[in-house]
């Protein structure tokens, strides 16, 4: 007879003896505190701990001071686990009922939003990019718990802050990052991790369950993704048909100076639409303080009146004190918070990118190499630092490798980055006949005459003093 297994979980609720304190500056301010919130969770959620204290006696007045170190810790028994450590970033005086003073601080994660990376990396694996990043870019964080991803890219960062590079890793390699107390990375594939030292449970740990449940409303199937090469557009868009038929179309746009190639721009918006084409079950939960949360880690909701149990994703939780209270957030929260907003804001000022058709797709020319060009079918050209040229004589053709694409290219647009262009005459083949008939003037939207779905470029040189650093088609 076969066996059938099923996965079982029983809960065997802990003695709650709760110890907790907490210092700022190595003072011990516990029994001043009139409410704190101390969060841990992903690179990807915002952890700003605040604490507002009873000063009616004037014990800190003018104690602290901006990067002072802040601690919580909390447990079971003797209160010795740290549950939050972090800088002070705001110190403000308060009054409510008398005399209080705010702090707000940050937890080691908001480092990443301080740092510029300026980095290229050719066929190298995930894991070892990301520890790179970090052993060059951090003093003081280590690596220890960075899982091997042996899976390898070819990537650049162009003045891109450190949390979106990690961020984007995460992405590319299907994995979670967080940073824990003594500032040592962990990282992993995602839903890999069990946590069966906490759950949420009915009658015992939790107190409320916050809409659980998915939402149609965070779908995208359709991600455009716009990046830039020798100061010309690179653009891709990935879809996915079957998603957009259950949800309607649902678009997002991805932007990059960091993306300088269409493949690239293909590999981020195939990893986004893979994260994003079906919506995820979301929500919160309220419970009695949990001090061996994990973030990232699947834990067990069990709340039969609404028939769940099952593991969900924790991506955050804050420890709310003195009202011993735990608030977990399972995925992603929808909102943005406002470091998220800020950075968001100077990215999006920073952007040069232009698509004035609005084209869908783009096959991008940097010459920096022959990598693009069917050097057998071209005759009289060199690529010489950077720049496409003229060998000698009075004329010369380059002609492109074939790009291959899903549907017809019916609309098509060249730009180009170059000197002495007057004079220089552009062609394009889209049916895989080569011929070559229809010339393209850059700059204007021109209507394929004959659509088809394999792509060549075609440049006629007709001066020795022409130099072409960039070229692009874009096309949909």
Not at 89 to 107: M, N, T, V, W, Y
Not at 113 to 121: K, P, R, S
Not at 165 to 189: A, M, N, R, S, V
Request: glycine content about 6%; overall charge negative.
């Amino acid at each position: 007879m076969p066996r059938r297994r099923k996965e079982t979980f029983i809960w065997i609720p802990p003695s709650r003896k709760t110890k907790y304190s907490c210092t700022i500056n190595e003072i011990d301010v516990t029994d001043f505190i009139l409410s704190g919130s101390f969060p841990h969770g992903l690179i990807t959620e915002e952890l700003i701990c605040e604490i507002e204290l009873d000063n009616s006696g004037e014990d800190f007045t003018k104690v602290f001071s901006h990067g002072n170190e802040i601690e919580f810790k909390m447990d079971f028994s003797d209160g010795t686990t740290t549950q939050f450590k972090g800088n002070i970033e705001e110190i403000r005086d308060k009054l409510r009922g008398g005399f209080g003073i705010g702090i707000k601080g940050a937890h080691f994660t908001a480092r990443l939003l301080d740092v510029m990376v300026t980095a290229e990396f050719d066929n190298a694996s995930i894991s070892d990019i990301r520890k790179s990043l970090i052993d060059d870019h951090l003093t003081g964080y280590t690596t220890n718990n960075i899982e091997d991803n042996l899976n390898t890219i070819t990537i650049k960062f162009a003045n891109k802050l450190l949390l979106d590079c990690i961020i984007q890793l995460d992405l590319i390699g299907d994995e979670d990052t967080y940073i824990d107390f003594d500032k040592d990375f962990h990282t992993f594939k995602k839903n890999s991790k069990n946590n069966d030292n906490e759950a949420f449970v009915w009658n015992d740990s939790l107190i409320e369950l916050r809409g659980l449940g998915s939402d149609s409303a965070e779908v995208r199937n359709k991600v455009k993704v716009y990046g830039e090469a020798g100061g010309l557009p690179v653009i891709w868009t990935t879809e996915d048909v079957n998603s957009q038929t259950t949800y309607g179309i649902k678009e997002k746009v991805i932007t990059g100076t960091s993306i300088l190639d269409e493949d690239e721009a293909k590999e981020e918006g195939d990893a986004s639409i893979v994260q994003e084409k079906t919506p995820t079950t979301q929500g919160s939960a309220v419970a009695l303080l949990m001090p061996r949360l994990v973030p990232g880690s699947l834990t067990y909701i069990i709340f039969p009146p609404n028939k769940v149990h099952a593991r969900y994703r924790v991506v955050k939780y804050v420890y709310r004190v003195p009202a011993e209270r735990t608030e977990a957030f399972f995925n992603q929260e929808r909102s943005i918070p406002k470091l998220f907003k800020d950075r968001i804001l100077k990215d999006q000022s920073q952007e040069t990118i232009l698509n004035p058709f609005k084209m869908l797709y783009s096959y991008n020319f940097t010459f920096d190499n022959y990598n693009k060009i069917d050097e057998a079918a071209s005759n009289n050209i060199e690529v010489e630092d950077g720049k496409l040229k003229l060998i000698t004589g009075v004329i010369g053709t380059m002609i492109s490798q074939v790009k291959e694409v899903d549907d017809n290219i019916t609309k098509i647009s060249l730009q180009l980055v170059g000197e002495a262009l007057s004079g220089t005459k552009y062609f394009i083949d889209v049916d895989g006949t080569n011929t070559f008939t229809q010339q393209i003037s850059p700059n204007v939207e021109e209507t394929v005459d004959n659509p088809g779905k394999e792509l060549k470029l075609k440049i006629e040189l007709n001066s020795i003093s022409t130099a072409i650093d960039a070229a692009v088609l874009l096309f949909k």
